[in-house]
């Protein structure tokens, strides 16, 4: 049982992980502009299919990761240039509605392009070899995928607070975010800022698509659709609009799906005699393996019961009357 727990526990940084990743992208967008981009998911699907170009044409690992996170990042600030910074301003419901239309214009352009090529809608992704098998740690075996998804996260959300701590540009950002009126009066660029903002989060979506890519084994233009609502809830539980607030948000979300997983059917795995008759058939009863396909459910009543206890998330401030 403690191998499994261990195994569970680096399950559960893993999908934090990647969550994190995409949830940063969104609440460094939604800081700046207010802007609620669902339209985020689909750079993630850019990216993996990016990703099954570069490995499919026989490039490695090395070689394919700064190709797809540069098309990607491309792809993200052509987003912000065309589509939103036009209708920076407008009402909320306009933009919402322009990240929507924008996800559609890059589902259904990806799907076009597929089929013109003659490619099928659902594509094998080609792993390589690096993200491919286990590691073992005496009886515990761990997805090579797995621990590099760990790694990544920590490694690239490490580096983005450096950045926003410690650059003049990091810093402008979370001037802007506080007040973007304010930043443009005191000199601060804003386009540059918000650009930057883009690019950060379509970098951090590149890797995150790359890597869950790996995980599913397959792709297909509305693979993002997913992970973006995922990263979405990991936002609002940690505080939307915090940076921090979304990485503890994801690493929450990653958390508690994989208890809810780990936990259902844990009494057929208790071995006999382990526990008393009544704990067992208590938990066989109460945790059945079934639960395992409740999983989402449980996240969002989880989301529920934040929105009700902390409405602004766990690391968020309450918005004033004279804010809003």
């Known amino acids: 049982m403690t191998d499994y727990a261990i195994q569970q526990v680096v399950n559960a940084l893993s999908a934090g992980s990647l969550y994190a990743l995409m949830a940063v992208g969104l609440a460094m967008v939604f800081g700046i502009l207010r802007l609620i981009n669902f339209a985020h998911g689909d750079l993630m699907m850019i990216a ?3 990703a099954v ?3 499919g044409a026989g490039l490695s690992l090395v070689l394919s990761l700064p190709i797809i996170v540069i098309g990607t990042v491309i792809v993200g600030l052509l987003m912000e240039r065309v589509a939103y910074r036009p209708i920076r301003g407008a009402p909320d419901v306009a933009v919402l509605l322009s990240s929507f239309a924008v996800g559609q214009i890059l589902q259904n352009g990806t799907l ?3 089929r013109l090529v003659g490619k099928p809608q659902l594509i094998a992704f080609p792993s390589p070899d690096l993200l491919n098998g286990v590691v073992t740690l005496g009886s515990i075996t761990i ?3 797995n621990v590099a998804s760990f790694i990544a996260g920590i490694v690239l959300l490490g580096l983005l607070s450096l950045f926003v701590t410690r650059t003049n540009l990091g810093l402008s950002m979370r001037a802007a975010a506080e007040d973007l009126a304010a ?6 660029k804003v386009n540059r800022v918000v650009a930057t903002a883009f690019a950060i989060g379509s970098a951090l979506a590149a890797v995150a698509g790359l890597l869950y890519s790996v995980q599913a084994g397959q792709i297909n233009p509305y693979m993002g659709f997913t992970p973006v609502l995922k990263a979405f809830i990991a936002a609002v539980i940690g505080g939307f609009g915090s940076i921090a607030g979304a990485v503890l948000g994801g690493y929450v979300l990653g958390v508690l799906e994989v208890l809810v997983t780990s936990l259902a059917g844990i009494g057929d795995l208790l071995p006999a005699g382990s526990v008393p008759p009544e704990i067992r058939d208590f938990l066989q009863h109460w945790l059945p393996s079934g639960l395992a396909s409740w999983r989402d459910a449980v996240v969002f009543v989880v989301l529920i019961l934040v929105l009700l206890v902390r409405p602004q998330g766990i690391l968020g401030r309450r918005v ?3 804010e809003l």
Do not use: E, H, N, S
């Not at 930043?183 to 601060?188: E, F, M, N, S, T």
């Open 48 to 50: 993996a299919y990016i």
């Open 53 to 55: 170009f570069c490995l």
């Open 112 to 114: 076009l392009t597929t």
């Open 143 to 145: 997805p090579k995928v």
């Open 183 to 188: 930043a443009r009066l005191v000199g601060i």
């Open 320 to 322: 004033r009357d004279d």
